[in-house]
Every structure is written in structure tokens, then in C-alpha cells.
């Protein structure tokens, strides 16, 4: 999980590889320094394409198809974002609620 380290950071590129954020805060910290970060639901997303696929008897081509959309999805959040001001993690939301009926999208809490 990415905490402190980012406060810390100096640099003009970092790239942040399956992690979670521990705040939704670090996620405005990012974007006002000009960090592009892709929330892990949105990257993440090929596992449960996968696993899906798996449990439903889908064919791998067909998983990786609908893999392919990841890169889309992961675009228009951006776009999102830009457009509206927000964090990409924000926009990720929006767009997932959307996608969902209006129900809201919440943090995981994870154990420990």
C-alpha cells in the first residue's frame, strides 16, 4: 500500500504497480503534483475477466477480448478527470456508479 512514501517522493515520475492507495486523499496528492494514477479496480480488472471467464466457461479469446477494453476504460477515466477536475481515482468512481445504477462505490477496507 502506498502511504507515506508519496509525501517523500521528489521526483517527476512514478509509476505505482498493483497497490492500493491507503487514503483516498493520496489520490488528490497525485494528481496535484501531476502524477497519473490508475486506481486498482480499473488496472486490476483483467484478474476478474479472467476469473470470470474461468467460472463461466467463457473462451480465453473471448476473456482477452473483453480484456482489450481495460486500456478504454482506463482512458475515458482519465478523461473524466480532466474534464471535470477530478482525480482519476474520483472520475473511477463516478464512472463505476454510473455503470451501476447509482450505487455508490465504496473503499475496501482490508483486514489488520
Known amino acids: 500500500m502506498i502511504s507515506c512514501l508519496i509525501f517523500l517522493a521528489r521526483v ?31 488496472a486490476n480488472a483483467g484478474g476478474l475477466i479472467s476469473v ?25 477515466v482519465l478523461e473524466i478527470a480532466e474534464a471535470d477536475g477530478l482525480n482519476p481515482l474520483a472520475a473511477a468512481r463516478r464512472l463505476a456508479e454510473g455503470r451501476l445504477g447509482g450505487v455508490p462505490v465504496r473503499p475496501a477496507r482490508l483486514a489488520g
Open 12 to 42: 517527476d515520475f512514478f509509476f505505482l504497480s498493483n497497490n492500493i492507495l491507503t487514503a483516498d486523499a493520496v489520490a488528490e496528492v497525485l494528481a496535484r503534483r501531476g502524477i497519473v494514477y490508475a486506481p486498482d479496480f480499473v
Open 52 to 76: 470470470g471467464a474461468e467460472l463461466s466457461g467463457t473462451s480465453r479469446e473471448d476473456a482477452l477480448e473483453a480484456a482489450e477494453g481495460i486500456e478504454g476504460a482506463l482512458a475515458r
